[in-house]
């Protein structure tokens, strides 16, 4: 079967995280990605976090599945002339640079577009025009200036950076959807264009509901459903909810049994209004079904920690899958809190595809996350990363170099 993306031809100039993502999801839906590294060092994460000394880093396999790597020195004038080459012929070029790396390539837009008017260039950078857009940003600072860190953790503690890469793989995802946009307008302009996703911007988007929520607090003063509310105090700005749900239908983290000695011993369990009734039975707290400060949702804001304690006595009584099941059947929205542990392990994820278990000619088999969007007419096959260079001269020979013009590039040190 072939793949939504066949016939793409990606020059992938991304390291690190952000650019890298995406670039591997256009891989995954069947682009080819031809990703550019310097001889000898490659994308930095190659040698990040290294769990077996010579092999390429975790960090970089599960980060760059499906693409070939090429060596280009693009500092050097012999190596431009190679990249202006591969410009003409490709679709897309993608880069996460710091702010301004590219143009001291001599790669601006003019030129590229001047090379291949048909060139979309796709960029992630820490912001977006501004007073901080010449600055260098990695996820973490991303998560503090979008919103997320100071809208995350508990009122009595300071902000907090959620282990969820929302800076770096939330605006890959961004960048990607922005290529694809992009190359469908281009199928009725004929014109490249550049996109941008500012690392910001995409947590920003991500934290919407918080922007919702200074809207609201700034007009009542209040936010019934946060642990705030009734006792504690609202300042300003919205505070850190801890685990409440941050939508319309209250929720927290409650112990499940073995929660002494088990950190993820845990349920997150939402009272959700349709299923008050099933609730209260479940838990065997009839008397709240017809009690007047339980009756309702609106009723029942002010008592919400109440309520949860409650809840909290039935579900220390179970282990969280117990409670998960039992929940189930009632239609009570609910979810265990898993460790990576036992997402590893898994069975059903790796029945989907979404863990995946690769082979590695020097790491030997791995686990990695597989393409979380399944497409009914483009299944996702994840094979493995690429050695530095390992598809140079495969790659330099399809762009219509010959032998030679390969060693003469080598000899010189521009591939
Ligand atoms: N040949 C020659 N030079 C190359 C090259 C190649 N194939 N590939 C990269 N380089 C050069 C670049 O031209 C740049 O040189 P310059 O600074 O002299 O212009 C240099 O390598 C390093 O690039 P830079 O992006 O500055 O790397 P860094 O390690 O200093 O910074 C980041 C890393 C992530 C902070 C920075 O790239 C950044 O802010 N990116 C945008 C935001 C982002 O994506 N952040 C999240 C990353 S997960």
């Not at 939402?270 to 079904?289: F, L, M, N, S, Y």
């Not at 000619?361 to 009914?376: A, D, E, F, H, Q």
Request: aromatic letters at 8%; proline letters at 6%.
């Amino acid at each position: 079967m072939g793949k939504a993306l066949d016939g793409v031809r990606i020059l992938d100039f991304t390291h690190v995280q952000s650019g890298p993502t995406c670039t591997q999801l256009l891989a995954w839906f069947g682009a080819d990605v031809i990703k550019i590294e310097r001889a000898g060092t490659g994308d930095v994460t190659r040698e990040q976090l290294r769990d077996i000394p010579e092999a390429d880093s975790l960090y970089f396999t599960m980060l760059n599945h499906n693409k070939r790597s090429v060596t280009i020195d693009t500092k050097h004038p012999e190596g431009k002339k190679v990249l202006e080459t591969l410009i003409k012929q490709c679709d897309v070029l993608v880069e996460n640079f710091a702010p301004g790396a590219l143009d001291r390539m001599g790669f601006t837009w003019e030129h590229i577009n001047e090379l291949n008017p048909r060139m979309i260039v796709a960029s992630v950078k820490g912001f977006g025009p501004g007073p901080y857009e010449q600055c260098k940003v990695y996820e973490n600072v991303a998560q503090c200036v979008g919103g997320a860190a100071s809208t995350t953790g508990f009122d009595d503690g300071p902000p907090v950076v959620t282990g969820a890469q929302i800076g770096d793989s939330g605006t890959g995802l961004h960048l990607a959807l922005g290529i694809v946009t992009a190359l469908y307008q281009r199928t009725q302009t004929g014109r490249g264009q550049k996109v941008l996703a500012a690392m910001q911007d995409g947590v920003l988007n991500l934290c919407r509901v918080k922007l919702r929520d200074q809207q609201r607090l700034e007009r009542n003063g209040v936010m019934k459903e946060y642990p705030q509310y009734p006792n504690g105090t609202f300042p300003e700005a919205v505070p850190r909810a801890g685990n409440a749900s941050g939508g319309g239908q209250p929720g927290w983290i409650l112990k499940c049994q073995g929660w002494e000695h088990d950190p993820n011993a845990y349920i997150y369990f939402i009272t959700q209004a349709p299923v008050w009734d099933r609730i209260c039975r479940v838990i065997g707290r009839e008397e709240w079904i017809d009690d007047p400060n339980y009756a309702t949702a609106a009723a029942r804001l002010p008592h919400l920690q109440d309520i949860f304690a409650g809840i909290e006595q039935w579900t220390m009584t179970k282990t969280k899958f117990e409670a998960m099941e039992i929940l189930n059947k009632y239609d009570i929205p609910c979810g265990p809190i898993l460790s990576m542990k036992e997402i590893a392990e898994d069975e059903s994820l790796r029945r989907t595809g979404t863990i995946v278990e690769v082979d590695h000619p020097v790491r030997g088999r791995y686990l990695t996350v597989g393409n979380p969007i399944k497409l009914s007419d483009s299944p996702t096959d994840v094979t493995r990363s690429p050695l530095l260079g390992e598809h140079t001269d495969e790659v330099m020979a399809e762009f219509g170099f010959s032998r030679d013009q390969i060693g003469e590039l080598r000899a010189v040190g521009a591939i």
